[in-house]
């Protein structure tokens, strides 16, 4: 799993927050190196100096006397205590710094040691050669933590202040970008309504503006075709009406040549009914929370009445969804017709939850020859039948129906094939309709 994220939203806050660590990295190792470390160095130089000068005319390895410890304690305030008054006072917490050790022994010529203890005020200890086993306790009242304390803070607050304002200016580069993919959701799924402020960087106006003008070309486009489609659709029923008006008044020896021509142009007739569905556009203004059981048995029932063989089952505790009744009862009524044309035998069904209850769902099972599993997606193509397993018969045009209307309401279709034969569709309509 990588940690780089993909939106360029998080890019940004993420490359932001990156440099940020990175300047502060830098910064620290900076002012440690040139600043902290050159002081600390000083600091050290000016007490081996000090612990010099008291040492002036005592020789290695001489003790020191109370009245040389009490002296030290006057003249500078600093202790001169023995091994062991050192551990009461301390030194056992303190810790050993090898590179400071290093320049005392320098200063004092000779090896000494040198302790801090992390206390307040910072205590720092030193065992000079000339009176090994005695430690000159120095307290540092210039070095608080307060100080420490302040500098985090400010670090803290500058980190906190320079991701708060990568945040807010990534935020307002990439508010046009989403406005642009809302109205390229809307767009596919046949909203040609919403036009796009054309605001932001130059290049963001640019693509905005492109995007207003093919979203203008593909609405053109999509009336052009709706008008020439229910154009045909409207001219195809003319002639049809003067075929069904001429069968009718044919003589009753050629019942047989009627009866044909009659099931033919009702055969047509359907499928222009199918044309004409599939164009009409489904508003999703026009949605309304609906009892999806109701409806579903509404439907069922109205197929009962012609003798099928349905077996129906709700789920009690399904929530009203937002929907279009008229749109949703076509899409039922195909997956039914479907469901009924390449099964002998009955048919199931039956309304669910699914996906933690944010969808609920309308399963339609047959015991049909089923559809391969290369040709699941082609079948929504319109104009597709799918295998010729499952027969040829009507427009190729149900399934096209289904999916753009699921699809308006923010669904989604699946189709699989059950294990023990047969086909198995189902609708998935969002519980809440999204933002």
């Known amino acids: 799993m990588s940690l780089f994220p993909k939106s360029a939203f998080g890019q940004t806050v993420f490359l932001v927050g990156a440099l940020l660590l990175i300047n502060q990295v830098v910064s620290y190792v900076a002012v440690s190196f040139y600043v902290v470390k050159p002081t600390i160095e000083q600091v050290n130089i000016m007490l081996a100096k000090q612990v010099k000068t008291v040492f ?50 320098q200063q004092l010529n000779g090896s000494a040691r040198v302790r801090i203890s992390q206390t307040n005020p ?92 093919m979203s203008r070309s593909i609405a053109a486009l999509e009336q052009d075709r709706r008008l020439l489609m229910a154009g045909v659709s409207h001219d195809l029923r003319t002639p049809l009406t003067r075929i069904r008006l001429a069968t009718e008044m ?10 044909g021509i009659i099931h033919d142009i009702e055969d047509m007739n359907a499928i222009i009914d199918q044309f004409i569905e599939y164009l009409r556009h489904h508003d999703k ?16 029932h109205a197929e009962q009445q012609h003798g099928r063989d ?61 559809i391969p599993e290369s040709e699941l997606e082609k079948v ?12 040829s018969e009507g427009s190729g045009l149900g399934l096209a129906i289904i999916k753009r209307i699921v699809t308006m309401h923010n669904g ?3 189709l699989k094939n059950r294990e023990q034969g047969g086909l198995c569709a189902t609708i998935y309509l969002p519980i809440k309709t999204p933002a």
């Open 122 to 213: 910072l205590v720092y200890w030193i065992e000079p050669p000339q009176a090994p086993g005695y430690w000159v306790r120095v307290p540092l009242s210039g070095f608080t933590e307060a100080n420490i304390e302040f500098l985090t803070f400010y670090l803290t607050s500058i980190g906190f202040l320079s991701v708060l304002g990568g945040w807010l200016f990534a935020r307002h580069l990439n508010r046009p970008l989403k406005a642009l993919q809302e109205a390229a959701m809307k767009v596919s799924k046949g909203d040609f309504s919403t036009v796009v402020d054309e605001q932001g960087s130059t290049e963001m106006v640019e693509v905005t503006r492109a995007f207003n003008q």
């Open 412 to 414: 989604k279709v699946e």
């Open 56 to 105: 002036i005319g005592v020789d290695d390895g001489v003790e020191v006397s109370d009245e040389v410890s009490k002296r030290f304690l006057e003249e500078t305030g600093i202790e001169l205590l023995t091994q062991r008054e050192a551990y009461i006072n301390g030194l056992g917490q303190a810790r050993e710094y090898s590179m400071l050790s290093n320049i005392m022994s």
């Open 250 to 259: 044919m003589s009753d020896d050629e019942d047989y040549l009627r009866e």
């Open 310 to 370: 349905i077996t129906l089952t709700l789920n009690p505790s399904l929530p009203n969804v937002p929907i279009s009744c008229v749109a949703i009862k076509r899409v039922l009524t195909n997956m039914i017709e479907n469901a009924l044309r390449y099964s002998d035998d009955s048919i199931e069904v039956n309304t669910h939850f699914c996906a933690r209850k944010k969808y609920v769902c309308v399963s339609v099972l047959d015991k049909g020859p089923g």
């Open 285 to 300: 203004g026009d949605n309304q929370p609906e009892d999806l059981n109701a409806l579903v048995e509404e439907v069922v």
């Open 380 to 391: 929504f193509a319109p104009f597709t039948q799918g295998d010729q397993a499952r027969g």
